[in-house]
């Protein structure tokens, strides 16, 4: 069975730091486009960062650009994205997605549209509060 599995969640005070790790289990990551969505309550998932398989190419959202940073080890099999200068409005479950349906020259305009993730992990939830 093919499966995503985030943790590295928790509560954090705002201008925190957290890093959430994707490990995948039943497959390998290494062909797999991966992202990181994020959905609080009430509002619709939203794309966060993504990265190619190769990982040469990594997206961003204008809300986190500058502050979260998306990495790969295809040797640990493990997606990264590591949060700094939490803000509350980052408070959500955050899920990692993984896809083989993206060109690289698609990827740019596409990435943060969850229709083409096939596989989810169950998420992690972030709490950013004082």
């Known amino acids: 069975q093919l499966q995503l599995v985030e943790s590295g969640g928790g509560l954090v005070q705002p201008g925190g730091s957290l890093t959430l790790s994707c490990a995948a289990s039943?497959?390998?990551?290494?062909?797999?486009?991966i992202s990181w969505f994020r959905q609080a309550p009430g509002r619709e998932r939203e794309g966060v960062s993504s990265?190619?398989?190769?990982?040469?190419?990594?997206n961003y959202s204008g809300s986190v650009r500058g502050r979260f940073t998306i990495s790969r080890d295809d040797g640990k099999n493990i997606v990264y994205l590591q949060m700094t200068s939490l803000k509350p409005e980052d408070t959500a479950v955050y899920y990692c997605?993984?896809?083989?349906?993206?060109?690289?020259?698609?990827?740019?305009?596409?990435?943060?549209?969850?229709?083409?993730?096939?596989?989810w992990g169950q998420g992690t939830q972030v709490t950013v509060s004082s």
């Open positions: 997605a993984a896809t083989k349906q993206l060109t690289v020259a698609a990827f740019g305009s596409a990435w943060a549209n969850n229709k083409w993730y096939n596989i």
């Open positions: 039943g497959f390998t990551l290494d062909d797999y486009a």
């Open positions: 990265i190619t398989s190769s990982g040469e190419i990594t």
